[in-house]
């Protein structure tokens, strides 16, 4: 085999193979973790300044993961009897998996998830307290 022979197999083997990778991008499925992504980014500042009210509370591990679901222990200064907070897990690679709850805490300032399914989770957390907004938000393993 010539050398002009072995350059137009190689053209052919690369061109082949560009087109075989644009016809496996084309079939991929492209899921934003949040629907209103670019609606959310505008008023990112306010989960920012929420962050940083929760920073400012005295308090140990927020966030805790137990073997079937997760336990969430709130500081004692950002809420107050009967809160109710909103609380989402987006899972990264099933979005049939993802959960919103608008639930309230228990007296003992602490709210329990139980029976969730194992995967890879965007965690977050806000709540309001006496006109001061709160926001966590972590990914997690379950």
């Not at 993961?65 to 690679?93: A, H």
């Not at 602490?110 to 307290?129: M, Q």
Request: glycine content about 4%; some cysteine; proline content about 1%.
């Amino acid at each position: 085999m010539n050398w002009g022979n072995k350059i137009l197999v190689t053209l052919i083997v690369f061109v082949a193979g560009m087109a075989f990778m644009v016809t496996l991008a084309f079939k991929q499925d492209v899921v934003m973790m949040d629907k209103d992504y670019y609606g959310q980014e505008l008023s990112y500042q306010k989960k920012i300044d929420a962050s940083n009210n929760l920073s400012k509370t005295e308090q140990g591990e927020l966030l805790t993961i137990l073997n079937e679901g997760l336990k969430i222990s709130f500081p004692n200064r950002s809420v107050s009897l009967n809160q109710k907070v909103t609380c989402e897990l987006i899972c990264y690679n099933q979005p049939k998996n993802d959960l919103q709850l608008s639930q309230t805490i228990n007296s003992e300032n602490e709210l329990i998830i139980r029976h969730l399914v194992k995967a890879n989770y965007r965690f977050r957390l806000s709540w309001t307290n006496l006109e001061v907004d709160y926001f966590f938000e972590r990914d997690i393993a379950i």
